[in-house]
């Protein structure tokens, strides 16, 4: 019992999906991720999409941490902009759950890490910004979204430039780091609080963390497909976040 007792729950949203010949709605989870959280000593809390805030807001009491994993994107009426041409699918009830759940891990300090749809999501619940469409919007040669196109998860796509005194610097014991790369969207207003800790070769931020000893970390590539296979260095983000939810379930 005890050593279940030190395992932290740490909470993980889904996603809406179709699928099968009929069509009905799902809503569901990459597995990488809950493997990831697992190997690290977790055991992750499913937060289904719901427009009772009160029930999730349940469910996330009952976590000692929350990861924000990746996904469609961010409705940019959060940020106060229109619709780009080339903004992608969204998902009001998603982004309502999530917005909160940052929220709320933001505000009681509680170990909150996200990952690509996740680094975007807290940056515009702090009061953050996006670039709705990169290619569109930011001068670069860089395809941010090659490992979509070419559906390598695992390929090491580009590098990664870590600020040397930053926290992920720390758990990842290097400054320089190759990464995945799947998104089409980008901050472009960093939220107050944070500093960016990660850049792409193009000057994208790939990774932010608070400025103050809060353990919120974003990064923009998915290191759940890269622990185990490509780059096991990545491992180390998921065991320091899972070490924190536990130091939170202890206090």
């Given at each position: 019992m005890m050593i279940h007792a030190q395992r932290p729950l740490i909470g993980i949203?889904?996603?809406s999906s179709v699928v099968g010949t009929d069509n009905r709605e799902l809503q569901a989870v990459r597995p990488?991720?809950?493997?990831?959280?697992?190997?690290?000593?977790a055991v992750p809390l499913i937060?289904?999409?719901?427009?009772?805030?009160?029930?999730i807001r349940s469910l996330y009491d009952r976590c000692a941490g929350i990861l924000l994993p990746g996904g469609d994107d961010v409705?940019?009426?959060?940020?106060?902009?229109?619709?780009?041409p080339h903004l992608g699918t969204v998902d009001r009830q998603r982004d309502a759950v999530e917005l909160a759940l940052a929220r709320w891990a933001a505000t009681d300090g509680k170990p909150l890490l996200g990952i690509c749809r996740g680094l975007q999501v807290i940056n515009v619940a702090l009061g953050g910004s996006l670039y709705q469409d990169i290619p569109s919007q930011v001068a670069t040669t860089l395809d941010h979204r090659a490992n979509t196109r070419t559906r390598a998860w695992t390929e090491l796509t580009h590098p990664l430039?870590?600020?040397p005194d930053s926290r992920l610097a720390t758990i990842l014991t290097t400054e320089h780091i190759g990464c995945n790369t799947m998104h089409h969207q980008a901050v472009k207003t960093l939220a107050p609080g944070l500093r960016p800790v990660a850049y792409a070769p193009d000057g994208i931020i790939e990774a932010f963390e608070t400025t103050d000893d809060h353990y919120l970390l974003a990064v923009q590539c998915h290191p759940e497909h890269l622990w185990d296979?490509?780059?096991?260095?990545?491992?180390?983000?998921?065991?320091?976040?899972?070490a924190a939810c536990r130091q939170w379930q202890l206090a």
């Open positions: 949203t889904l996603m990488t991720y809950l493997r990831a959280l697992e190997t690290a000593g937060i289904y999409l719901t427009d009772d805030l009160d029930a409705d940019p009426a959060y940020y106060g902009e229109e619709p780009h430039t870590i600020v296979t490509s780059e096991p260095r990545w491992r180390a983000l998921f065991t320091d976040f899972v």
